[in-house]
């Protein structure tokens, strides 16, 4: 649950670092984490995955 933490003390490094670490999940292509109001604060996208096929 470090996700929260990192998205309550608004630390984008930390966000994006946990994010990173998906990469050893092979299922996992593309994970994004957004604040309250909508804006992304980190992303992580498999290489070679266009990232505009994920948005909403």
Not at 5 to 10: E, G, M, T, V
């Amino acid at each position: 649950m470090e996700q929260f933490a990192a998205l309550a003390f608004n630390d984008h490094k930390a966000a994006k670092e946990i994010l990173t670490g998906l990469r050893a999940t092979p299922d996992i292509t593309a994970a994004f984490l957004y604040d309250v109001s909508g804006n992304k604060i980190a992303q992580y996208v498999e290489s070679g995955i266009n990232e505009t096929e994920f948005l909403i």
